[in-house]
């Protein structure tokens, strides 16, 4: 989401004031000591102070708020820390641990899979040559079986996970709406079959097997 918001009438003209949000709190007295009286143009000057946000109602909604795992917020933490290095596209200047990994959720529907026996093949192929364009890719790994349409990418640099976030995040894929975030280093996406699953894909390669030619030497054969 963008870190500056623009203010508008019921009309959508800009109502002349804005809000803007820093990575971090001292960036904020510098911008009041820096920019506050300032001309942005001409003649017009512009008056900054800190913003304070009121609840409205009552109380606070608890129940709105995004509950943080602590790994959550370690990467919350990295990907701050990792948004104020170098943010240049062979990572020099990056810190150490940069975050690399990321995971785009809403990529499928794991039906697909049933539907089209080189889908797999087909979307990790279209995914490939996107993120190529953004940077080095390591590995894509797709969980075929998550019913959230899960695809892991593992990139070179820390900068082209960075730019593959912002490229992916809110994107339209096909009809699905991407959702894309860094690898938290801990939630396991994959799905394990139960036993009626792993017996109907065992008696469909039994009946695949039966319809094939096998040459004589590898035929079942009774006394």
Known sequence: SSR????RDDHGFAKGDASVCYAMEESVELALQILDGGQIRPGVYLKVKQAV???KGDKLDSSKRL?????????AKAATKQALSW???DDIGAIKGSLKIVVIENMFDPSEFNDNPNFGDDLEADLALECQKIGPLEKITVFSKNPIGPVVVKFGTSYAAEQCIKLMDGRWFGKRKLKCHYWDGSTNYVVKEDESEVMKRVED???WIEEQDLPDELKLRTE
């Open 4 to 7: 500056i918001k623009l203010y």
């Open 53 to 55: 946000f009121e609840i």
């Open 67 to 75: 509950k943080l795992t602590d790994s959550r917020v370690k990467v």
């Open 87 to 89: 943010n240049e596209a």
């Open 205 to 207: 390669f039994g009946k």
